[in-house]
Structures are given as C-alpha cells and as structure tokens.
C-alpha cells in the first residue's frame, strides 16, 4: 500500500513539474491584457511618477544605512508609503535626503531591481516568449513547442530586471523632482493599506510620506477640509 501512495505521488509531481511551466506561461498570457494598460496609466501621471521616484530614493538611503533591511514601499498621488519603518524621524529624515540627492543629480535612486515593476517585466517577457515558443513550435514541430516554452521562462527570468529598469526609467518613474518638496510624515492609517486585521498589522509599522509638487500639473490636497486645489 506504502509503495503505491508513493508511485501516485511520484507521478502527480512529475506531472504537475511537467505541467508548471505551461500553467505559468498561460497566467502570464493574461498580464497582456492588465499590464499594458496599467504602465500607459502610470506614464500619463507624472505626479505618481515622480513620487514613485522619490519613494524608491528614500527606501535606497534606508537601506544604505542597513543593507537588507525588510523594507517596501508604493507610491500614491499625494505621496507614498514606506512599509518596515520602525520611527516616523527615521523616514522623514531619509525622504528629505533623498530628495536633496535626487535634486543633486543622483538619477539612480529612482530605480530599483526589487520594484514592482520587476514582476510586471518578468510576467510580460513569459507571456511574450510563451506565444512565440507556440507559434515556433507549430513551425518546427510539435515536438520542440514545450522545450521552448521552458527556455522562454528561463529568458524571461533571466532579463526581467533589465526590462525592469527600463520601464523604470522611463515609464514608472521621473526623477526630476526640482518643484517638489517633502511635506509632513505620518503614521499609516489601517484603512490605506489593507481592510480587517491585516490592515492594522500593516500599518503598525508603514509610514505615510506626504509630497508637495509646485508645477503646473501638481494636485495638492489641504489637510482638514481635503479641498482639491490645481
């Protein structure tokens, strides 16, 4: 009985690894029809971009000082947040260095190989190499469609980071922050992050940068009453 429990598991692990890469190829398909859409959003709003830049900066000077630190982040229209903070002094000091940095000319704080943007490369590359090792499979033979379709997710995993930093630089972000300036620093409030539980573990230790941009397409939002003022 023992040696037949483990011949069906034998053979649902070979089946399932035989399987992986085709599953992983399909649910990577999907992304061409979200991600696309998504990056166009992105690169119309230069506000996000510019505070997405910003947020990568501070999270790089966090971790200047600590290399390895758990630390993350996303950005927002009027800011972004810092997720594995342990004191609001230590984000605001690091924002407002980062800041001076970036207006000084280091471009490079702007991008980073752990972004979001990374999974967003890596599920593009798949999903493109995937349709490719079909068509080219169908091509050569039927034979050489899934010997491709794995060699299209090792590329894609191999290259996510340089397409990564590509979009980065130019779609995700904009390190040109000259008319911004670091307003105030706040704890996250359970409800900006996730709803329940989870969102209040969360926020215990995420911290909320605010940003101010001063250039014509700025949308600045007042403390208070949140009045919309262009």
């Known amino acids: 009985m023992a040696v037949l429990v483990a011949f069906v598991v034998a053979v649902f692990l070979?089946?399932?690894?035989?399987?992986?890469?085709?599953i992983l190829s399909l649910?990577?398909?999907?992304?061409l029809f979200v991600y696309p859409g998504q990056l166009?959003?992105?690169?119309?709003?230069?506000?996000?971009?510019?505070n997405h830049a910003l947020e990568h900066a501070t999270i790089a000077t966090m971790l200047e000082k600590e290399p390895?630190?758990?630390?993350?982040?996303?950005?927002?229209?009027?800011?972004?947040?810092?997720?594995?903070?342990?004191?609001?002094?230590?984000?605001?000091a690091a924002a407002r260095a980062a800041l001076a940095r970036l207006k000084g000319g280091e471009r490079s704080l702007a991008v980073h190989r752990n972004?979001?943007?990374?999974?967003?490369?890596?599920?593009?590359?798949?999903?493109?190499?995937?349709?490719?090792?079909?068509?080219?499979?169908?091509?050569?033979?039927g034979w050489w469609i899934y010997g491709l379709i794995v060699s299209g997710i090792v590329l894609a995993f191999a290259l996510r980071v340089p397409l990564s930093l590509f979009l980065q630089r130019f779609v995700t972000t904009?390190?040109?922050?000259?008319?911004?300036?670091?307003?105030?620093?706040?704890?996250?409030?359970?409800?900006?992050?996730?709803?329940?539980?989870?969102?209040?573990l969360l926020a215990a230790s995420t911290v909320r940068v605010r940003v101010f941009h001063t250039d014509p397409d700025a949308v600045e939002v007042l403390r208070g009453d949140e009045t919309v003022v262009r």
């Open 14 to 22: 070979v089946f399932f690894l035989f399987l992986l890469p085709i």
């Open 27 to 31: 649910r990577a398909v999907g992304s």
């Open 40 to 50: 166009r959003t992105v690169f119309g709003n230069r506000i996000l971009r510019r």
């Open 68 to 92: 390895g630190r758990p630390l993350s982040g996303f950005s927002t229209d009027d800011g972004f947040f810092v997720q594995g903070a342990r004191s609001l002094d230590e984000v605001d």
């Open 115 to 141: 972004c979001g943007t990374t999974i967003v490369a890596s599920n593009l590359l798949a999903a493109v190499f995937f349709l490719a090792a079909v068509a080219l499979g169908l091509y050569l033979g």
């Open 174 to 200: 904009d390190a040109n922050l000259n008319d911004a300036e670091v307003g105030w620093v706040e704890p996250a409030r359970p409800e900006d992050l996730r709803s329940g539980l989870l969102g209040m």
